[in-house]
Every structure is written in structure tokens, then in C-alpha cells.
């Protein structure tokens, strides 16, 4: 029965295992070894034994050097057309230099020839590439070549037994060579395998960045501290329309931006900030990132604002042609119940009766009233003054306007605030948006304390102000149509007023969103934080 190879991994390693790398340094150190003993065999051709060199027995010095020679030769076929085996190669390669020096040495006289010190040449080449367990495999086999050596000095040719300490410090320094060579080429490996894998994943960003970069609506410029332009996506050039953007100034790019982006520089750089130009005849918005970098690199996105005007401009189009339409329809019920109750009223006589009618007219006509003022507000949505707003105080000062004006119990209502937090809103805007979702929230929360909660949460640089009732919520039937336009309910509402809160929170670069997160209903602005005043 056959048994198994205790150590596979030292001589049959996988070829996956072997990088290139390692063929190459054996390689080199095969022809350092053809080098050496063509030297060699030339020196003794030359000066026969007057270098010391084959001075005990100069013939056998001469065969081994061509031995040597050859075999060198011939290990370095394989090394050129066979990727296989490498520890196996590699050991074959240590065995001929350990074979090969031993017995130089003892041709040019033993360990007084000096060439012993070439045994620590081949044991540190092979342990930079081989296994811990192998390089010191190859040490044993130096030290038991020098031991032999020096024995047969000792028994052959009455050698002292002192004699033996030259070779022991020597075989002790191989093993410490090899050791040391070892631990290093181990940590090298290591730092190159991970450099490698490193290279791999930054290469992956690279291309995945580029993609990016490449599909962007937006223009993406990096200008370093001179205001050069030293990397750009495609767009760029399409928004700015010029054939060459990079060594290209940032103030001939973008007239009139160049103090502007100074003047930035010199506050510290507000990561976002926004400023809109006319370049070439196109409207563009452009905002400035500080990279932190050491280099003081700017990246400034460059947006297209004719295009989303455009674009704005066709839903604008395609949303007033749905109002109008939802208006006359909405208009004609109110309309007709009034007409309908004028004529009733003209043939009605007592006085009850006038008072239902009158009562019916009077109602249609407040319903009108707030349609007609809802699309009014509709109108002066882009009629805004953002300002500033701390949203501690301002949410204090309105939730009591607002308990007083809609005769609310103030105990109903919590406020949960965790930051200091800043917002850049129109304040009537604001006013209206949040008086809305509280009278919804109030109409379908509970009558216990607490039942709406206004939370105030900041990360991040955005700032999420949330409106949470404990009532029913909204059906997932209907989540989709809570801000179409004349969507309601309630059988005296508009349905304008999520569709009007959330084209306010539009206007003012915020968002308006329903989450479904819990039993009651929760609504969500989300807007971007600004530094106080």
C-alpha cells in the first residue's frame, strides 16, 4: 500500500499557485549560476592553480566546473518551456549548487578556499521563492554537505577536530540566512498579493467611475488650485462646447465664474455650492466639491438649467392640461347644485326650506371659494422668498398659531426635535405645506395626548421633518394617488392640498413623500441643511 506524501505542497505546488515572478527570479539566478561557473572553469583554464582556485586537486576542479556548467545549461531548458513543478525545480536547482560548491571547496583546499561562503549565495536565492519548510530543508542540506566535507578532512587527510568550528558558525549562518530571507520574502509576498488585489479593486472603481462619468446628464470638471482644468467627462464639453478642456482655465470656460470660485476657495469651500451662468447662450448651473486632497483639487458639476426648464416646462404643460380638465369638472358639481337650489328656492315658499337651499348655495360657494384659492396658490408656487429658518422656534411659534386657529387641544400634539437644525424655505410656503398635513393629521389621529408627532431628525447634511398621526393610515390601494390633483376623502375637500404641499416643498428644493413605515400615517420632508446665519 502506497503512502500518501505528508508535505504535496512542497514539490508539487499547482501552477496557479506559482506567480510569474518566481520563474523569472529562478531564471536569473540559473544564469547567475552559468555566469559562475564559466568563471570559474576560464580562471583555472588560465591560471591553473595560482588563484588558490583547484589548488588541492585542480582536475577535479576543472570537471566539476563543467559539470557544473552543464548542468546549469541544461536545468535552464525546462525553466524556458516547463511551467510545472516549481519547488521541484527549484530543489533541483539548490541540490546542484550545494552538490557542486561542496566539492569545489574541497578541490581548492576546504574551508580555507572560502567558497563555502557561496552555499549562503544559493540558500538566501532559494528562500526568497521557496516554502519556510523547504528553504530550511535546503539549510540541512547545506550543513550536512559542510559537515561531511570537513569530516573527511579530519579522517582522510588528519585535519584537527578543531577544525570543525568554521564550518559549524557556517552552517549556523545558513540556517539564519535562510530563515531571515524567508520571514522577509513572505512579508513581500504578502504585500504584493494584496498591492495586486488593491490594483484589481481600484481598477474596477476606475472603470466603473468612467462609466458613470461617461452616462452623466451633468458636466464633471476637476480644476486644481490654478484654476486649470486637469481631468473631465464628455458632457463637459458638450455643456461648455469647447474641443479641448484640459490645461484650459477655468475664467475662459466659464466667464465670469473665476472670482467667484477664488472668493469660495478663500471662505473654505461649502461642499454644494450652487451659482448659475450663461455660457455660449445656454443657461447652466454649476456647484463646487473640495476633493480634501492634498493637491487643493475642485470638482465642479456643471448642469444644463435650459434643458431642465425645458423639461419642467413640458410636465408644467402636461399637469396644467390634467388641472384644467379636473377644475371644470370639479367646478360643474358645485355649479350645478347652485343653480339647482336657486330654482327651488324661487318656487319654494316656507321657510325651512329656504333655509336648507339657502344653506346649500352658501356651502357650494365656499367650496368653490377654496378651489379657486387653491389654484391660485397653484399659480404663486415660484413666487418665493427662501430665507433661513431655525426649525425649533419657528415649529414652536406655528404649532401654537396653529392649535389656536383650529381650535385644537394642544395636548394632542408632541414634538420630538434631536437637532439644532437649519433649512432654507420660504416661510408662507413652509407656513401652508405644514398646516396642511397637521389638519389632515389631526382630522384622522386619535383623541389621546400625543396623537400627531412632529419629528425633527438631521444627518448627513439633510435635515427630515416628519408629520406621524396614530390613526388608520392611508391604504396601500391608495398610496399611489395621495398627491394627484382633486384626490380626497373627505367629502368637502378640494383634494389640492398634498398635491399644493408638495409642489411648495418642489419650489423650494425639498420633497414631499408618504412613508409606509407604521400603522398610521407618516409624512416626510426631506430638505438640505444650511449653516445658521
Known amino acids: 500500500m502506497m503512502q500518501p506524501v505528508r508535505y504535496p505542497e512542497l514539490f508539487l505546488a499547482p501552477p496557479e499557485r506559482t506567480p510569474d515572478s518566481y520563474w523569472i527570479s529562478l531564471a536569473y539566478f540559473n544564469l547567475y549560476r552559468i555566469a559562475v561557473a564559466t568563471l570559474f572553469l576560464a580562471l583555472s583554464m588560465v591560471y591553473k592553480d595560482a588563484l588558490n582556485l583547484g589548488s588541492h586537486d585542480l582536475a577535479l576542479f576543472r570537471a566539476t566546473c563543467a ?79 559542510l559537515l561531511l566535507e570537513q569530516a573527511y578532512w579530519v579522517l582522510a587527510h588528519d585535519a584537527p577536530p578543531a577544525s570543525f568550528a568554521q564550518p559549524g558558525l557556517l552552517a549556523m549562518g545558513c540556517f539564519a540566512a535562510s530563515g531571515i530571507t524567508g520571514w522577509l520574502a513572505q512579508r513581500v509576498a504578502a504585500q504584493e498579493r494584496l498591492a495586486r488585489l488593491r490594483g484589481r479593486e481600484l481598477a474596477t472603481q476606475q472603470r466603473v467611475n468612467q462609466l458613470v462619468l461617461h452616462d452623466m446628464h451633468d458636466g464633471v470638471m476637476v480644476v486644481d488650485t490654478d484654476g486649470v482644468v486637469v481631468q473631465h467627462n464628455p458632457q463637459a464639453q458638450v455643456l461648455l462646447r469647447s474641443d479641448r478642456l484640459v490645461a484650459s482655465r477655468i475664467d475662459e470656460l466659464l466667464p465670469g465664474f473665476a472670482e467667484r470660485w477664488a472668493n469660495w476657495r478663500a471662505s473654505g469651500g461649502e461642499d454644494g455650492a450652487a451659482t448659475d451662468l450663461s455660457v455660449r447662450g445656454r443657461d447652466v448651473g454649476v456647484r463646487l466639491f473640495d476633493t480634501g486632497t492634498e493637491e487643493g483639487y475642485t470638482v465642479i458639476f456643471v448642469e444644463d438649467r435650459s434643458r431642465a426648464r425645458e423639461q419642467a416646462q413640458q410636465l408644467k404643460l402636461a399637469a396644467l392640461g390634467r388641472l384644467t380638465a379636473n377644475i371644470a369638472h370639479e367646478i360643474r358639481n358645485p355649479l350645478a347644485a347652485i343653480s339647482h337650489a336657486a330654482e327651488l328656492l324661487q318656487e319654494e315658499k316656507r321657510g325651512d326650506d329656504r333655509e336648507r337651499l339657502t344653506r346649500i348655495i352658501n356651502d357650494n360657494t365656499r367650496r368653490l371659494e377654496r378651489l379657486v384659492s387653491d389654484v391660485l396658490q397653484l399659480n404663486r408656487r415660484d413666487r418665493m422668498a ?45 407656513r401652508q405645506v405644514m398646516w396642511n398635513l397637521l389638519r389632515n393629521a389631526a382630522r384622522y389621529a386619535g383623541p389621546e395626548d400625543g396623537a400627531v408627532r412632529i419629528a425633527l431628525r438631521g ?52 420633497t414631499l413623500e408618504y412613508v409606509n413605515d407604521r400603522r398610521g400615517a407618516h409624512f416626510r420632508i426631506l430638505c438640505r441643511e444650511v449653516r445658521a446665519a
Open 67 to 145: 559539470v557544473y556548467l552543464f548542468g546549469a545549461i541544461f536545468l535552464h531548458v525546462p525553466l524556458r518551456r516547463v511551467r510545472e513543478a516549481f519547488n521541484l525545480q527549484l530543489s533541483v536547482h539548490v541540490c546542484l549548487d550545494v552538490f557542486a560548491i561542496t566539492l569545489l571547496m574541497y578541490a581548492s583546499g576546504g574551508m580555507r578556499s572560502g567558497l563555502g561562503v557561496m552555499l549562503l549565495i544559493s540558500l538566501i536565492a532559494g528562500s526568497i521563492v521557496a516554502p519556510r519548510r523547504l528553504s530550511f530543508l535546503y539549510a540541512a542540506l547545506a550543513t550536512i554537505a
Open 386 to 430: 427662501a430665507d433661513p429658518i431655525r426649525l425649533h422656534p419657528w415649529l414652536s411659534e406655528f404649532l401654537d398659531e396653529f392649535v389656536a386657529n383650529e381650535s385644537a387641544a394642544a395636548e394632542r400634539f408632541a414634538v420630538d426635535v434631536t437637532a439644532d437644525a437649519w433649512i432654507e424655505f420660504d416661510r408662507e410656503h413652509l
Open 459 to 510: 444627518y448627513a447634511g439633510r435635515v427630515e421633518l416628519s408629520v406621524i398621526d396614530n390613526g388608520p393610515g392611508v391604504p396601500p390601494a391608495r398610496q399611489a394617488q395621495l398627491f394627484e390633483p382633486f384626490f380626497t376623502t373627505e367629502a368637502k375637500g378640494t383634494g389640492l392640498g398634498l398635491y399644493l404641499a408638495r409642489e411648495l416643498c418642489d419650489a423650494n428644493r425639498a
